[in-house]
């Protein structure tokens, strides 16, 4: 497909990064000469000076044979003109970043006013994202599937858990759980595991489970499968406001620790249910005084990404919280995942997965959308749910009878709201949702799953 996107900051090159590795024609519009100069080399996408809001340059881009065109620009304002000229220029799909907080309650509204295929907001998207972790603090970062029915959970394998040299086939004798494993990272290597795959003390583990079947597989190995009952925030934004707003919802004690007068004024005002302080989070005296050592949850979300780091590293010496960093820059991703900081927030790949996701949609050929998509073991596979529309050469076949690509697991069956973790004798129908596990990069159709 021929995509525009206007807007060559960190959601912009990551969109573009991928969509390029994907195949798709890609049109990077900016109106820096610095943006557009950063974009890597490796991306093989055609770059335009100019401004995205411009007929002029949407007609350069191409924006009359585009199938999608993308705006993540910094402005909110920006990113709806640039959607609704897309419109009326060309026929494409749009779709727009929108962040503003006052926006959010109208975003109905604004899509079908404008015509805007989809709006997303990485700042509550985010928050979402952090407070489903905090529902179920056990697991380092949790997916939802199936309207909410299906959790792809990821933990950390200790000692006392008792699955060192266990085999993955024999998880459900021992434990009498229904989860299946679908994902192993050990050090610098990813497995999809088959039964044969032994476990060991360290792995990062991912676990396909139902809401009760991962609550109940926990408990057994010993984790706490309890919401924490309160939270300290640290950063008082976008994403500060909108996450204590859920967790006060969810009947959660919140204080966000907030340097700017103004703003705790503010949100003093938007969250009479929450405590705000006034102070500089970066002062341990402060965090220590305000409870750091009795909470159940931390989460750092500053603007600065060093800021975070090192504050999560202070909390995990002093207390056994829940820990959620929040990291902006993504350049140095697979060094910060070795610093065990607990669980690892990127608001940029979060975004980024979300619009590929409806790319993907898009793109379905033979009756199966790809209705969720995440980037899941340190962004080396995917997790994608396919809806099945209609008959193909998968559908009604035993699964030990199709032969599937290398690395690639069928991790569930949602049939009429019906949880089935999948055995070889199971059949996919028309209407069920499909789950599927992969390093293979690129599925688009639930026929992508064949070996060819």
Known sequence: MKIIIIGCGKVGVTLAEQLVEENHDVVLVDES???????????????????????????????????????????DELNLLCCLIAKKAG??????????????????FI????????????????????????????????DTFAKGRVE?????????????????SSLQEQLKCDVLVSGVE???????????????????????????NAAKFFQKIGLKTNQVKNCMI?????????LAKQLVDMKIQVRIVEKSKERCERLSELLPGAMVLQGDG???????????????????????DEENILLSLFAKDQTSAKLITKVNRISFDHLIDRLDLGSVIYPKYLTADYILQYVRAMQNSIGSNVETLYHILDKRAEALEFSIHENSSVVGIPLMDIELKDNLLIGCINRHGKIRIPRGHDMIQVGDTVIVVTTQKGLNDIEDILKK
């Open 33 to 75: 000469p610095a943006q557009l100069q950063e974009v890597p080399e490796t991306i093989d996408a055609l770059t335009i000076l100019g401004n995205g809001a411009s007929v002029v340059t949407q007609m350069e881009a191409g924006v009359k044979s585009a199938d999608i065109l993308i705006a993540v620009t910094g402005s």
């Open 91 to 108: 026929r494409c799909q749009t779709i727009a970043r929108v962040r503003n907080p006052v926006y959010s309650e109208e975003i109905g």
């Open 111 to 142: 899509k079908e006013s404008l015509g805007i295929s989809m709006i997303i907001n990485p700042e509550f998207t985010t928050a979402t994202e952090i407070a489903r972790l905090l529902r179920f603090p056990s697991a380092i970062k949790i």
């Open 152 to 168: 792809l959970l990821k933990f950390r394998v200790k000692p006392e858990f008792n699955l060192n040299e266990v085999a993955v």
């Open 186 to 212: 050990r050090g610098d290597e990813v497995h999809i595991p088959n039964g044969d795959f032994v476990l060991r003390d360290g792995d990062l583990v991912s676990i396909i489970a139902s809401p009760q």
């Open 234 to 242: 640290v950063g008082g934004g976008k994403i500060g406001f909108y």
């Open 282 to 304: 970066t002062d341990r005296k402060l965090l220590i005084e305000e409870g750091l050592e009795r909470t159940e949850a931390f989460v750092t979300l500053t603007n600065m």
